[in-house]
């Protein structure tokens, strides 16, 4: 069964820091690129983050660069984001989702083959 389990979701006070986790099961996950994704109520959802698989190649967002880390750990098909300096417009449920090696960074909701179900992420003033 292909699963993407996001965790490390929580409640956090702005300037604190979480670290998310992307598990992934069920693929070939050194074929991917995996991506994060976040949403808040009433707003669309935004593009974060994302790392290849192929070279370790990542991009941020200009909303989280200089605050969030993304990595991988190909012996545990795991994908981490590290967020610090978290403010309250950080909050949102945060996705991971997996796109094959080639497909666009961040791009269309087509283009991914899988999609966890989300981690919620809330930021406190």
């Known amino acids: 069964e292909v699963q993407l389990v996001e965790s490390g979701g929580g409640l956090v006070q702005a300037g604190g820091s979480l670290r998310l986790s992307c598990a992934a099961s069920?693929?070939?996950?050194?074929?991917?690129?995996i991506d994060w994704f976040r949403q808040a109520p009433g707003w669309e959802r935004e593009g974060v983050s994302c790392?290849?698989?192929?070279?370790?190649?990542?991009y941020y967002s200009d909303s989280v660069k200089g605050r969030f880390t993304i990595s991988s750990d190909n012996v545990k098909n795991t994908v981490y984001l590290q967020m610090n300096n978290l403010q309250p417009e950080d909050t949102a449920v945060y996705y991971c989702?997996?796109?094959?090696?080639?497909?666009?960074?961040?791009?269309?909701?087509?283009?991914?083959?899988?999609w966890g179900h989300g981690t919620q992420v809330t930021v406190s003033s």
């Open positions: 069920g693929f070939a996950f050194g074929g991917y690129g």
């Open positions: 989702a997996a796109r094959p090696e080639g497909a666009s960074c961040l791009g269309l909701p087509y283009e991914y083959s899988y």
């Open positions: 790392i290849s698989s192929s070279d370790g190649s990542t």
